[in-house]
C-alpha cells in the first residue's frame, strides 16, 4: 500500500504561480508512473500531467507551457510547478501513482482568484 501526501496548494492571483508535492510513501524509484489530477466543482476529474520512472513526461493540452512535472529521486517527492495560473485551474489537485496498483493522494486545493 502506497501513501501519498501531497502539500502546496492555497490561493494565488490569476498570473501567479504555485508548487505542488507529492510525497509517497514508498522509495520514488519503485513507482512506474506518478502524475497529478484535478477536479473542479461539478466536475469529472481530469488528467493533467505525468512522469514514469524512465523520466517520460506528458502534459494536458490546456497546461502545456505553463506546468512542470519533475521527480526529486534524492528527496523522494514529485513536484508540479505551475505557472501562469488562471481561474480555471480552480480544482483540488490530487496525486497519482501506479505501481502494481494503483494509488490516490487526499487531495490539495488550488484557487486562483482576484
Known amino acids: 500500500q502506497v501513501q501519498l501526501v501531497e502539500s502546496g496548494g492555497g490561493l494565488v492571483h490569476p498570473g501567479g504561480s504555485l508548487r505542488l508535492s507529492c510525497t509517497p510513501s514508498?522509495?520514488?524509484?519503485?513507482?512506474?508512473?506518478l502524475a497529478w489530477y484535478r477536479q473542479a466543482p461539478a466536475k469529472q476529474r481530469e488528467f493533467v500531467a505525468k512522469?514514469?520512472?524512465?523520466?517520460?513526461?506528458d502534459y494536458a493540452d490546456s497546461v502545456k507551457g505553463r506546468f512542470t512535472i519533475s521527480r526529486d529521486n534524492t528527496k523522494n517527492t514529485m513536484n508540479l510547478q505551475m505557472n501562469g495560473l488562471q481561474p480555471e485551474d480552480t480544482a483540488v489537485y490530487y496525486c497519482?501513482?501506479?505501481?502494481?496498483?494503483?494509488?490516490w493522494g487526499q487531495g490539495t486545493q488550488v484557487t486562483v482568484s482576484s
Open positions: 497519482f501513482a501506479r505501481t502494481a496498483y494503483e494509488y
Open positions: 514508498e522509495i520514488i524509484d519503485s513507482i512506474y508512473i
Open positions: 512522469i514514469t520512472s524512465g523520466g517520460v513526461i
